[in-house]
């Protein structure tokens, strides 16, 4: 499902987080949000899952502004992952990604075979099945996001949005985290928006960077177009050096700041 920003200014009362923002995602791809904190990746994401209304322009799904879908439509659609997520420890992984289901139940609230399935689908999906019925605060901290990962994916969204799903956790934990977000994409079809700090797991999964620095969309392209030194040092002030691995993507070695004294 194509996802388009058009011209998005945001912010929180009268100050503007994000000024004139705009790219385009295609159906089925990966796209990641970069930049230094406070460039408004975040509030971005907001804007694009509705959670904050912008000041001017508009967030199209699939040709349609998300503001003109009813709260159960988009629902069925978009799904966000916030970077902040709690729920009782005392729930169950399979109890927690049933909660996606909300937006397609029938009145009274009922859970359908097809509930189940779906259900059942996505703990398979993120490689829970022995977890099912563990309570959420047993799980070590990637076990813990794939769940919440799960629940987005009970939701069956053709979009998932992504607020730094790989922060606190482990190197190991990250890159399964990413290789379960480039499968999502490989196998389910599925658009996902994301926010990440590290510019080698961006690389790693990403058909598209968008880098952000003064409120601004400053670069949009391809790792092999962005993660170049030149780019890397206005948009985050450091000294890079970039390797390409035997996959042909492009990584960073930070050798130092560049930030003007």
């Not at 694009?48 to 699939?62: E, H, M, S, T, Y």
């Not at 916030?82 to 005392?90: K, N, R, V």
Request: proline share 4%; net charge positive; hydrophobic share 35%.
């Amino acid at each position: 499902m194509k996802l388009d920003v058009q011209s998005i200014s945001a912010g929180y009362g009268k100050k503007l987080v994000i000024d004139g923002v705009g790219f385009t995602v295609s159906p089925g791809s990966i796209v990641t949000l970069l930049g230094p904190n406070g460039c408004g990746k975040s509030t971005l994401l907001k804007v694009i899952g509705r959670v904050l209304k912008p000041c001017n322009g508009c967030v199209l799904l699939d040709g349609k502004s998300v503001r003109d879908y009813s709260t159960g439509e988009l629902a069925k659609k978009l799904a966000t992952l916030p970077q902040l997520h709690h729920a009782s420890g005392e729930l169950t992984v399979e109890e927690l990604v049933a909660y996606g289901r909300f937006p397609h139940r029938k009145a009274g609230g009922f859970t359908s075979a097809h509930d189940r399935d779906v259900v059942s689908e996505a703990i398979e999906k993120t490689r829970l099945q022995e977890l099912r019925k563990r309570k959420m605060g047993t799980l070590s901290g990637g076990e813990r996001q794939r769940a919440w990962i799960a629940m987005t994916l009970a939701q069956e969204p053709d979009v998932l949005l992504l607020d730094e799903p790989t922060t606190y956790l482990d190197v190991c934990c990250q890159y399964e985290i990413i290789e379960l977000v480039k499968e999502l994409k490989t196998n389910s079809s599925i658009t996902v928006v994301m926010v990440l700090h590290d510019l080698n797991l961006a690389s790693h999964c990403s058909d598209q960077l968008v880098m952000m620095k003064d409120s601004k969309v400053r670069y949009a392209g391809n790792p092999s177009e962005l993660i170049k030194p030149d780019i890397l040092q206005d948009i985050f002030e450091i000294k890079a050096e970039i390797i390409t691995g035997n996959n042909g993507i492009p990584y960073c070695i930070a050798a130092g700041s560049a930030r003007r004294k």
